[in-house]
Protein backbone atom coordinates (compact mmCIF):
# COMPACT_ATOMS: atom_id res chain seq x y z
CA UNK A 1 0.00 0.00 0.00
CA UNK A 2 1.33 3.28 -0.88
CA UNK A 3 -0.11 7.24 -1.00
CA UNK A 4 -2.49 6.48 1.95
CA UNK A 5 -4.30 9.76 3.43
CA UNK A 6 -3.91 10.37 6.68
CA UNK A 7 -6.60 8.76 8.75
CA UNK A 8 -7.95 5.31 10.56
CA UNK A 9 -7.93 2.04 8.22
CA UNK A 10 -9.43 -1.56 8.83
CA UNK A 11 -7.90 -4.64 7.25
CA UNK A 12 -9.56 -8.08 7.07
CA UNK A 13 -8.56 -11.42 6.52
CA UNK A 14 -10.69 -14.23 6.10
CA UNK A 15 -9.36 -18.11 5.50
CA UNK A 16 -10.98 -21.37 3.58
CA UNK A 17 -13.07 -22.19 6.89
CA UNK A 18 -14.47 -18.05 6.43
CA UNK A 19 -13.11 -17.36 9.61
CA UNK A 20 -12.49 -13.60 9.56
CA UNK A 21 -10.04 -11.50 11.26
CA UNK A 22 -10.55 -7.75 11.41
CA UNK A 23 -7.29 -4.99 12.72
CA UNK A 24 -7.60 -1.64 12.39
CA UNK A 25 -4.28 1.03 12.11
CA UNK A 26 -4.08 4.73 12.05
CA UNK A 27 -1.41 6.72 9.60
CA UNK A 28 -1.13 10.15 11.61
CA UNK A 29 -0.62 13.57 9.94
CA UNK A 30 2.67 14.25 9.98
CA UNK A 31 4.01 18.20 9.61
CA UNK A 32 6.55 18.79 6.95
CA UNK A 33 10.42 19.02 7.18
CA UNK A 34 11.64 22.05 8.68
CA UNK A 35 13.90 24.58 6.35
CA UNK A 36 16.72 24.94 6.92
CA UNK A 37 18.42 28.23 6.06
CA UNK A 38 22.01 27.02 6.49
CA UNK A 39 23.35 30.58 6.89
CA UNK A 40 25.39 31.79 9.91
CA UNK A 41 24.51 34.93 11.44
CA UNK A 42 25.85 37.65 9.02
CA UNK A 43 26.04 41.39 8.00
CA UNK A 44 26.08 43.87 5.32
CA UNK A 45 26.40 47.56 5.21
CA UNK A 46 23.24 49.76 3.98
CA UNK A 47 22.31 49.30 0.86
CA UNK A 48 23.62 45.59 0.61
CA UNK A 49 21.05 43.17 0.53
CA UNK A 50 21.05 39.67 2.00
CA UNK A 51 19.52 36.91 -0.10
CA UNK A 52 17.73 33.87 1.44
CA UNK A 53 17.34 30.83 -0.68
CA UNK A 54 15.69 27.76 -0.11
CA UNK A 55 14.54 24.50 -2.58
CA UNK A 56 11.08 24.74 -4.86
CA UNK A 57 8.60 23.16 -2.22
CA UNK A 58 7.14 20.32 -2.61
CA UNK A 59 3.49 20.59 -4.59
CA UNK A 60 0.72 22.08 -2.59
CA UNK A 61 3.30 23.57 -0.04
CA UNK A 62 4.18 26.95 0.50
CA UNK A 63 6.97 28.90 2.66
CA UNK A 64 5.95 31.60 5.26
CA UNK A 65 8.43 34.11 6.33
CA UNK A 66 9.14 35.43 9.51
CA UNK A 67 10.45 38.87 10.82
CA UNK A 68 11.66 39.22 14.83
CA UNK A 69 8.87 36.42 15.13
CA UNK A 70 5.74 37.97 13.15
CA UNK A 71 5.40 36.67 10.00
CA UNK A 72 5.68 38.73 6.57
CA UNK A 73 2.80 39.08 4.49
CA UNK A 74 2.53 38.42 1.03
CA UNK A 75 5.70 36.26 0.83
CA UNK A 76 5.63 33.00 -0.07
CA UNK A 77 8.44 32.09 -2.34
CA UNK A 78 11.31 30.52 -1.59
CA UNK A 79 13.97 33.15 -1.97
CA UNK A 80 13.72 36.36 -0.10
CA UNK A 81 16.20 39.50 -0.07
CA UNK A 82 16.53 40.87 3.30
CA UNK A 83 18.01 45.02 3.99
CA UNK A 84 17.25 45.54 7.64
CA UNK A 85 18.64 44.35 11.05
CA UNK A 86 16.76 41.50 12.79
CA UNK A 87 15.69 37.88 13.03
CA UNK A 88 14.62 35.80 10.24
CA UNK A 89 12.66 32.24 10.15
CA UNK A 90 11.12 30.42 7.71
CA UNK A 91 8.49 27.52 7.71
CA UNK A 92 7.09 25.43 5.47
CA UNK A 93 3.06 25.33 4.82
CA UNK A 94 0.87 22.46 3.43
CA UNK A 95 -2.92 22.15 3.25
CA UNK A 96 -2.91 20.99 6.86
CA UNK A 97 -0.32 21.73 9.08
CA UNK A 98 2.81 23.73 9.54
CA UNK A 99 6.28 22.70 10.02
CA UNK A 100 8.41 23.88 12.81
CA UNK A 101 10.05 27.09 12.55
CA UNK A 102 13.22 27.02 11.03
CA UNK A 103 16.83 27.99 13.12
CA UNK A 104 16.93 31.84 13.79
CA UNK A 105 19.41 34.07 11.32
CA UNK A 106 20.36 37.22 12.92
CA UNK A 107 20.88 39.98 10.08
CA UNK A 108 22.75 43.06 11.09
CA UNK A 109 23.18 45.88 8.58
CA UNK A 110 25.49 48.71 9.51
CA UNK A 111 25.32 52.30 8.12
CA UNK A 112 27.55 53.82 5.89
CA UNK A 113 30.24 56.74 6.98
CA UNK A 114 28.94 60.50 6.28
CA UNK A 115 31.46 62.13 4.38
CA UNK A 116 31.66 65.62 3.46
CA UNK A 117 33.81 67.91 0.78
CA UNK A 118 34.44 71.57 1.84
CA UNK A 119 36.54 74.13 0.04
CA UNK A 120 38.57 77.03 0.16
CA UNK A 121 40.07 77.72 -2.99
CA UNK A 122 42.14 75.04 -3.88
CA UNK A 123 42.12 73.68 -0.46
CA UNK A 124 39.93 70.93 0.28
CA UNK A 125 39.01 69.68 3.64
CA UNK A 126 36.83 66.29 4.46
CA UNK A 127 34.82 66.00 7.24
CA UNK A 128 33.59 62.19 8.43
CA UNK A 129 31.50 60.42 10.91
CA UNK A 130 33.04 57.82 12.57
CA UNK A 131 36.17 59.70 13.22
CA UNK A 132 38.09 57.06 12.91
CA UNK A 133 37.13 55.98 9.58
CA UNK A 134 40.15 55.87 7.03
CA UNK A 135 40.35 57.98 3.91
CA UNK A 136 41.58 57.85 0.03
CA UNK A 137 41.41 60.16 -2.02
CA UNK A 138 40.84 60.11 -5.68
CA UNK A 139 40.72 62.65 -8.98
CA UNK A 140 39.17 61.86 -11.90
CA UNK A 141 38.67 58.41 -10.77
CA UNK A 142 41.91 57.37 -10.51
CA UNK A 143 43.59 56.88 -6.81
CA UNK A 144 45.93 58.82 -5.23
CA UNK A 145 48.54 56.99 -3.74
CA UNK A 146 49.24 57.97 -0.38
CA UNK A 147 47.06 60.90 -0.17
CA UNK A 148 44.99 59.69 3.18
CA UNK A 149 44.35 62.93 5.12
CA UNK A 150 41.55 65.07 5.89
CA UNK A 151 42.71 67.54 3.75
CA UNK A 152 44.31 68.12 0.54
CA UNK A 153 45.36 71.07 -2.35
CA UNK A 154 43.75 70.42 -5.52
CA UNK A 155 46.88 71.16 -8.14
CA UNK A 156 44.49 69.78 -10.85
CA UNK A 157 41.17 70.95 -12.34
CA UNK A 158 38.64 68.32 -12.10
CA UNK A 159 36.62 66.16 -10.29
CA UNK A 160 38.38 65.39 -7.04
CA UNK A 161 36.11 62.38 -4.79
CA UNK A 162 36.96 61.05 -1.14
CA UNK A 163 35.87 57.84 0.23
CA UNK A 164 35.59 57.28 3.61
CA UNK A 165 36.03 53.42 5.34
CA UNK A 166 34.50 52.29 8.65
CA UNK A 167 35.69 49.62 10.81
CA UNK A 168 33.24 47.41 9.60
CA UNK A 169 33.87 47.61 5.88
CA UNK A 170 31.17 49.77 5.08
CA UNK A 171 32.14 52.95 2.54
CA UNK A 172 30.66 55.83 1.10
CA UNK A 173 31.83 59.10 -0.49
CA UNK A 174 31.44 62.63 -1.79
CA UNK A 175 32.89 64.65 -4.60
CA UNK A 176 33.74 68.15 -5.66
CA UNK A 177 34.84 69.62 -8.77
CA UNK A 178 37.66 72.03 -8.25
CA UNK A 179 38.89 74.65 -11.39
CA UNK A 180 42.18 75.27 -9.96
CA UNK A 181 42.52 78.72 -12.47
CA UNK A 182 39.73 79.91 -10.67
CA UNK A 183 41.46 79.74 -6.63
CA UNK A 184 42.95 82.83 -5.18
CA UNK A 185 44.78 83.76 -1.59
CA UNK A 186 43.44 85.63 1.10
CA UNK A 187 42.27 89.41 -0.22
CA UNK A 188 45.12 90.49 2.83
CA UNK A 189 47.35 88.52 1.43
CA UNK A 190 49.34 90.21 -1.20
CA UNK A 191 52.03 88.04 -2.19
CA UNK A 192 52.61 84.08 -1.59
CA UNK A 193 55.53 82.01 -2.84
CA UNK A 194 57.38 78.77 -1.87
CA UNK A 195 60.58 78.06 -3.10
CA UNK A 196 61.80 75.32 -4.32
CA UNK A 197 59.00 73.13 -4.00
CA UNK A 198 59.50 70.24 -4.30
CA UNK A 199 62.82 70.42 -2.30
CA UNK A 200 65.87 67.94 -1.39
CA UNK A 201 66.28 70.46 2.28
CA UNK A 202 64.56 73.53 3.08
CA UNK A 203 61.83 75.66 1.41
CA UNK A 204 61.62 79.20 1.43
CA UNK A 205 58.43 80.45 2.59
CA UNK A 206 57.50 84.52 1.04
CA UNK A 207 54.85 86.16 2.31
CA UNK A 208 53.63 89.70 2.06
CA UNK A 209 50.32 91.27 3.85
CA UNK A 210 48.26 94.25 3.64
CA UNK A 211 49.10 95.43 6.78
CA UNK A 212 51.16 93.74 9.63
CA UNK A 213 48.94 91.17 12.18
CA UNK A 214 49.59 87.85 13.75
CA UNK A 215 49.61 84.61 11.58
CA UNK A 216 50.67 81.16 11.99
CA UNK A 217 52.25 78.93 9.96
CA UNK A 218 52.05 75.04 10.37
CA UNK A 219 53.01 72.16 8.29
CA UNK A 220 51.39 68.55 8.56
CA UNK A 221 52.24 65.20 7.01
CA UNK A 222 49.19 63.34 4.97
CA UNK A 223 48.23 62.00 8.47
CA UNK A 224 47.66 65.46 9.83
CA UNK A 225 50.50 65.42 12.10
CA UNK A 226 52.81 68.39 12.63
CA UNK A 227 55.68 68.60 12.44
CA UNK A 228 56.37 72.34 12.58
CA UNK A 229 54.96 75.41 13.64
CA UNK A 230 55.53 78.83 13.93
CA UNK A 231 53.70 82.40 15.18
CA UNK A 232 55.12 85.57 13.48
CA UNK A 233 53.65 88.95 14.35
CA UNK A 234 54.75 90.96 10.58
CA UNK A 235 53.52 92.29 7.49
CA UNK A 236 56.33 90.80 5.37
CA UNK A 237 57.68 86.94 5.53
CA UNK A 238 60.87 85.23 4.47
CA UNK A 239 60.75 82.31 6.44
CA UNK A 240 63.21 79.32 5.59
CA UNK A 241 61.86 75.93 6.87
CA UNK A 242 63.95 72.05 7.18
CA UNK A 243 62.63 69.16 5.78
CA UNK A 244 65.79 67.58 6.07
CA UNK A 245 65.13 65.61 8.90
CA UNK A 246 61.68 64.46 7.58
CA UNK A 247 60.90 61.45 5.17
CA UNK A 248 60.03 61.78 1.84
CA UNK A 249 56.43 62.64 0.90
CA UNK A 250 53.34 65.42 0.38
CA UNK A 251 53.14 68.08 3.28
CA UNK A 252 50.91 70.33 3.80
CA UNK A 253 51.34 74.00 4.94
CA UNK A 254 48.92 75.95 6.60
CA UNK A 255 48.92 79.97 6.90
CA UNK A 256 46.49 80.85 9.56
CA UNK A 257 45.80 84.84 9.46
CA UNK A 258 43.81 87.46 11.39
CA UNK A 259 41.35 86.97 8.33
CA UNK A 260 41.03 83.46 7.41
CA UNK A 261 43.55 80.45 6.59
CA UNK A 262 44.91 78.78 3.37
CA UNK A 263 47.15 75.44 2.80
CA UNK A 264 49.52 75.00 0.20
CA UNK A 265 51.29 71.69 -0.76
CA UNK A 266 54.80 71.15 -0.58
CA UNK A 267 56.24 67.94 -1.39
CA UNK A 268 59.75 66.76 -0.07
CA UNK A 269 62.25 64.47 -2.28
Known amino acids: LANLQPGTYIVEAKDGNNCI ?4 FEIAESNPVTPNLNMPDTAVCQGQLISFALPTPP ?14 LGNQNNTFLSAVTGIYQVRLLNQSCPSELSSPVLVSVFPNPNVFIANSGDT ?12 Q ?31 N ?18 SMVRRFLLSPNPTAHSVL ?65
Do not use: H
Open 21 to 24: RRDT
Open 137 to 167: WFFENTLLTGITGSVIVADQTGLYTVFASDL
Open 59 to 72: QGSVYQWFFNGNPI
Open 169 to 186: GCKNGAEIFVAVSETKLP
Open 205 to 269: LEMELTKAQQITISLTDISQRQVFTKAIDSEKVALPIDLSNLPVGTYFLTVQTEGGSFVRKVVKK
Open 124 to 135: LTATFIPVNATL
